[in-house]
């Protein structure tokens, strides 16, 4: 009855092991643009694995050339690097971007200018993708992911309790506080104090949830359906750089190369001897529609940003006078 019992106490910390894995929630190296915006009608920067067309969601009211402008992908360059707006200037802002980097150690990674003010107040910066990244997106053809955003492009699936969270970014000695901010299954933001981005060099920012019992015996342990439940997942929404007022201000640089979790699996993945989902297909069709939603909500919002980028004048005096041909003695 002993050997029993200490099997069955080895049995639960067996399975409470089982259920932590490590994943990477979004990999900068992987977003890198294989169509340059020049190629592509001067529209957007695209990367293949993350391309997405919401035109076929979009209103019928539409003409062709605008559904056009509804294609984009998380390629580093369109990554929205936006000041809050109390020291939003024309000048702040305008300076404030994402580009490509290259890394000796990584290979290709997102690197963020940002500019703050000088001002005895603090203040955001807001480093985002250019659209809210879609959790039921089919995959890319070829790919062994069950949607098109997992693997390192922003989203994962069957997420219980987080335990840790780390952040691969590059310090240049700026007092700034980093903060990460998650996203539910339910479209509710998990905000993340990472801590202070002053160091110098490639670091791990790491966040330890106080909660998490490492202990299956210290948890509330319930049996739940294993079928046709919703499927919890974690999506990447975007990073906080934050200045407070006693800080000074100017220009702000770092590098981000990826984002870690580990977690709790809330379904332990194993085989079953019927296979549910191909019998009935609840999940599918409950993810279907959910992608739906996702693209209609999307395709107004991307083509007003296309459209207002193709508005701005590209025109300048000095390149003007260059065109001009000198004038005749």
């Known amino acids: 009855m002993k050997r029993i019992f200490i099997l069955s106490i080895i049995s639960l910390?067996?399975?409470?092991?089982?259920?932590?894995?490590e994943d990477v929630l979004i990999d900068f190296t992987k977003l890198v643009a294989e169509t340059s915006a020049e190629d592509n009608n001067g529209?957007?920067?695209?990367?293949?694995?993350?391309?997405i067309d919401t035109s076929n969601y979009s209103a019928s009211n539409y003409t062709?050339?605008?559904k056009a402008l509804m294609k984009t992908s998380l390629a580093i360059e369109n990554w929205l690097v936006k000041i809050s707006s109390s020291s939003a200037t024309i000048q702040n802002q305008s300076v404030s971007k994402s580009k490509e980097a290259a890394s000796n150690a990584y290979g290709t990674v997102l690197g963020v200018r940002a500019r703050f003010p000088n001002a005895n107040w603090n203040t955001v910066v807001t480093i985002k993708p250019p659209?809210?990244?879609?959790?039921?997106?089919p995959p890319t053809e070829g790919s062994e992911a069950a949607?098109?955003?997992e693997g390192g492009f922003g989203v994962i699936k069957n997420v219980g309790t987080i335990k840790s969270v780390a952040v691969n970014v590059y310090g240049l000695n700026y007092s700034y506080a980093l903060y990460l901010i998650l996203i539910d299954g339910n479209g509710k933001e998990i905000p993340i104090n990472l801590g202070s981005l002053n160091f110098q060099g490639w670091g791990e920012l790491r966040w330890d949830n106080p909660r998490y019992a490492q202990d299956v015996r210290d948890r509330q342990l319930a049996s739940t359906p294993v079928y046709p439940q919703e499927a919890s997942l974690l999506k990447f929404g975007e990073f906080r750089v934050i200045k407070t007022g006693d800080q000074p201000g100017g220009d702000f640089i770092t590098?981000?190369?990826?984002v870690k979790v580990i977690y709790d699996q809330a379904v332990l993945e194993e085989d079953r001897d019927i296979n549910d989902e191909s019998v009935w297909q609840i999940q599918t069709d409950r993810e279907n529609a959910k992608n739906k939603a996702e693209q209609a909500n999307q395709s107004n919002s991307l083509y007003l940003q296309a459209a207002d980028k193709k508005r701005q004048a590209a025109e300048s005096f000095d390149a003007q006078q260059e065109e001009e041909p000198a004038a005749e003695e």
């Not at 659209?131 to 997106?137: D, G, H, M, Q």
């Not at 590098?255 to 990826?258: E, M, R, V």
């Open 147 to 149: 949607s098109k955003f």
């Open 64 to 66: 062709d050339e605008q």
């Open 255 to 258: 590098y981000f190369k990826d």
């Open 131 to 137: 659209f809210e990244i879609p959790a039921y997106e």
């Open 43 to 51: 529209v957007t920067a695209l990367n293949e694995a993350t391309t």
């Open 13 to 21: 910390l067996a399975i409470g092991s089982l259920l932590a894995k």
